[in-house]
Nanobody, 127 residues
Framework: QVQLVESGGGLVRAGGSLRLSCVASGRTFSDYSMGWFRQAPGKERELVAR????????SIADSVKGRFTISRDNAKNTGYLQMNRLKPEDTAVYYCAAVHRDSAIYYRTEWGQDVYWGQGTQVTVSS
């Protein structure tokens, strides 16, 4: 089992920045690739960014490209999502997820089975 705890969410004005953190425990963090997802009220959960276990591959959603950056520090068992130039449409609950490094789920835009999830952190961007 992998336990994931997100933090760093909050209320920010449009144009501001936030950095989300995701602390992992229970298993060796470097054995897992990670992703950040978000879900706004009334909308489907969407993949925001993903980063492989070795940081060798990554992808960012077009809606946040150039504004959001995903990173990780395996020595600290922590993943990050740096969010700059935030917009009201970025308002959502943000979830950290981890999937085993050998899993093909990493390459999908929807992660379900055999994925570990955090509890989520609320990000609210005011206009």
């Amino acid at each position: 089992q992998v336990q994931l705890v997100e933090s760093g969410g909050g209320l920010v004005r449009a144009g501001g920045s936030l950095r989300l953190s995701c602390v992992a425990s229970g298993r060796t963090f470097s054995d897992y690739s990670m992703g950040w997802f978000r879900q706004a009220p009334g909308k489907e959960r969407e993949l925001v960014a993903r980063l492989s276990w070795s940081s060798s591959t990554t992808s960012i959603a077009d809606s946040v490209k150039g504004r959001f950056t995903i990173s990780r520090d395996n020595a600290k068992n922590t993943g990050y999502l740096q969010m700059n130039r935030l917009k009201p449409e970025d308002t959502a609950v943000y979830y950290c997820a981890a999937v085993h490094r050998d899993s093909a789920i990493y390459y999908r835009t929807e992660w379900g089975q055999d994925v570990y999830w955090g509890q989520g952190t609320q990000v609210t961007v005011s206009s």
